[in-house]
């Protein structure tokens, strides 16, 4: 079990860039959740996959952001023309679920995003 | 909707006392709830969860947690504060679907020598 694993760490890009991070879960594990967390706050949900399939986005996801999981392994997740408000730190999380079963979900470090 | 709320934002504390971290759920039924550490730069760790078995839940680190239905309360304990705990909690709640978790705010954990 190598841990949820997220890259890059941090990112500094400056407003109306796009930015891209990545989220290598555990690897059996076949359900892949991002989250957003500012400071102060607790994480909320944006959205998650079940192998290659979103089934879920918050309305937190507006359209300049896009997540993927396209092999129901790795997920990317991309903001386009950052703003201001996009600052935060962004987690990945993934769990093993089934039918009878609900596993708890895992974290990875983050990607804190600032945008200057 | 289903919530939780983390009854204090800090919790200050010396080396060597108890702890105790309050969290409240709001549900109409049998919940999943979980408490998670998160240390500074880093992501959130698992301490323990509860899954409608054993109301006195035991997690890592010397934490446990107990579910009381008619408090509507899960509240993390430990009996003996090391400066390592020193650290953000988060409670938080699975929804029905189980496709996400909901937190509170976080009470931030101080240890003091």
């Known amino acids: 079990d190598t841990g949820v694993s997220q890259d890059p760490r941090h990112k500094i890009t400056k407003r109306g860039q796009n930015v891209t991070f990545r989220c290598d879960p555990i690897?059996?594990?076949?359900?892949l959740y991002w989250y957003r967390q500012t400071l102060g706050q607790g994480p909320e949900f944006l959205t998650y996959?079940?192998?290659?399939?979103?089934?879920?986005k918050s309305r937190l996801l507006s359209d300049r952001f896009s997540a993927e999981r396209p092999k129901g392994s790795f997920s990317t997740l991309e903001i386009q023309r950052t703003e201001q408000g996009d600052s935060a730190m962004y987690l990945c999380a993934s769990s093993l679920f089934g039918v009878y079963s609900n596993q708890p979900q895992h974290f990875g470090d983050g990607t804190r995003l600032s945008i200057l | 909707a289903q919530s939780v709320t983390q009854l204090d934002s800090h919790v200050s504390v010396s080396e060597g006392t108890p702890v105790l971290l309050r969290c409240n759920y709001s549900s109409s039924y049998s919940p999943s709830l979980f408490w998670y550490v998160q240390h500074p730069n880093k992501g959130l760790q698992l301490l323990l969860k509860?899954?409608?078995?054993?109301?006195l839940v035991k997690g890592i680190n010397g934490f446990e947690a107990e579910f009381k239905k008619s408090e509507t309360s899960f509240h993390l304990t430990k009996p003996s504060a090391h400066m390592s705990d020193a650290a953000e909690y988060f409670c938080a709640h699975m929804n029905t679907g189980f496709q996400k978790l909901v937190f509170g705010t976080g009470t931030r954990l101080l240890v003091s020598p």
């Open positions: 509860y899954t409608s078995a054993a109301t």
């Open positions: 996959f079940q192998n290659e399939a979103q089934l879920e």
């Open positions: 690897s059996e594990h076949n359900r």
